[in-house]
C-alpha cells in the first residue's frame, strides 16, 4: 500500500512538473526582423531580432500592456506607440521610444541599464543592431 501510495504521489509531482507549466507557456516567436511601420521612413536598417536570446525575461518587460492572457498587439497597435512623426521621437507613445528611448523597458534602455550594473548585456550602439548594407 505504502509503494502504490509512493508511487502515485511521485507520478503526481511529475506530471506538476512538466505537463503543467506548458499549458501556462507563450510561444513566443522565433528570430524576426523589426521594420518601421508601412508608410514610415526608415533612416537605418531592419533590425534582427531574437525572442530566443530575451527568453530569460518576463514578456511584460518588453509588452508592457500585455495583461498575460490572449494575443500580444506588436508596438505599433493602437494605442501603443503609434506616433511615427519626426516631431514625437521623445515621446512615450513614439513608435522610436519603444527601442530607443531611456525606460527599462526599451532595448536601448534596458540595454544601457545592464551595461551600468556590469551585468552581461546586448548592443548598445547604433550599427550593432542595425547593420550597413
Known amino acids: 500500500m505504502k509503494k502504490t501510495l509512493l508511487i502515485c504521489m ?3 509531482a511529475l506530471v506538476c512538473a512538466f505537463a503543467l507549466p506548458s499549458l501556462y507557456a507563450v510561444d513566443a516567436p522565433g528570430d ?10 526608415m533612416t537605418k536598417e531592419p533590425v534582427n531580432f531574437s525572442h530566443k536570446g530575451h527568453a530569460a ?17 506588436k508596438c505599433d497597435s493602437e494605442g501603443c506607440h503609434i506616433d511615427t512623426s519626426k ?3 521623445s515621446a512615450p507613445t513614439s513608435y522610436y521610444s ?8 526599451s532595448c536601448v534602455g534596458c540595454h ?9 548585456t546586448g548592443p548598445t550602439k547604433c550599427s ?3 547593420p550597413k548594407k
Not at 32 to 41: D, H, M, N, S, W
Not at 57 to 73: P, Y
Not at 98 to 105: P, S
Not at 112 to 120: C, H, P, Q, R, S
Open 57 to 73: 525575461l518576463d514578456c511584460k518587460k518588453c509588452h508592457h500592456k500585455w495583461d498575460g492572457a490572449g494575443a500580444i498587439k
Open 87 to 89: 516631431e514625437g521621437k
Open 128 to 130: 550593432d543592431c542595425h
Open 98 to 105: 519603444a527601442f530607443h528611448g531611456k525606460a527599462d523597458n
Open 32 to 41: 524576426l526582423v523589426i521594420k518601421a511601420p508601412a508608410g514610415t521612413k
Open 10 to 12: 511521485v507520478t503526481a
Open 112 to 120: 544601457k541599464a545592464m551595461k551600468k550594473d556590469k551585468a552581461k
